[in-house]
């Protein structure tokens, strides 16, 4: 899977350029949306404790999807820095919080990051930023994973990239098997760290 910055900046122009009343006009159907919910598990929607809970629902997918409306170029553009440094960066334990998109329930846990310059690093605090983009958008793990290796590849075209994520899934631990001490790990590697075993190795030391 190769990230296309052009498409993500495209996707964020087009959500950028949507009008007041296009955003009214969502808004008010996805209250209709929860509205129904609530009708079809049985519970009145107008009693008092429900009664502002589709607006609530609704703003709160806002927040929990606004990945969607990052401008990926500039968010990286004013932080890309040439430096004579040729180590690993590491930049462990970023909590992150999405939502699974095949029951929008949440899945949530950390991200360790790493790469190795060839030039040019990045802003300690974009790295977080990054993975917080792809998070915040109906996701499975093994694609955000996937995503944000492929991004800080394109973007700074280092000599490579690491990315390993632990996740605890809601969908899992709520419903279905139900098992609240079951973890996920993935991983991606990219360029020596695929290619190298001791460069592998010495960043999930650091990692552990």
């Given at each position: 899977m190769n990230i296309n910055i052009k498409k993500l900046e495209q996707d964020f122009q087009l959500s950028r350029h949507q009008?007041?009343?296009?955003?009214?006009?969502?808004?008010a159907s996805l209250q209709k949306a929860v509205r129904s919910i609530l009708e079809n598990i049985g519970e009145d929607p107008d009693r008092e404790g429900l009664q502002r809970t589709p607006d609530r629902v609704a703003r709160m997918y806002d927040e929990l999807t606004e990945?969607?409306?990052?401008?990926?170029?500039?968010m990286i553009?004013?932080?890309l820095f040439t430096v004579d440094y040729d180590e690993m960066v590491v930049v462990k334990d970023i909590e992150f919080y999405?939502?699974?998109e095949h029951h929008m329930l949440p899945f949530l846990g950390k991200a360790h990051v790493a790469y190795i310059p060839n030039g040019k690093?990045?802003?300690?605090s974009k790295i977080p930023r990054i993975v917080e983009m792809f998070a915040r958008r109906l996701q499975v793990?093994?694609?955000?994973?996937?995503?944000?290796?492929?991004f800080i590849e394109e973007v700074l075209q280092p000599r490579g990239v690491a990315v390993v994520i632990e996740g605890v899934h809601m969908c899992m631990v709520m419903r279905g098997i139900k098992k609240a001490n079951a973890s996920m790990t993935t991983s991606a590697m990219r360029g020596c760290f695929e290619k190298r075993h001791k460069?592998?190795?010495?960043f999930m030391k650091l990692i552990r």
């Open positions: 009008n007041g009343k296009a955003a009214e006009a969502r808004k990945g969607y409306h990052v401008d990926p170029i500039k553009n004013d932080a999405s939502l699974c690093v990045v802003g300690l793990q093994e694609r955000m994973t996937v995503q944000i290796a492929d460069t592998r190795d010495e």
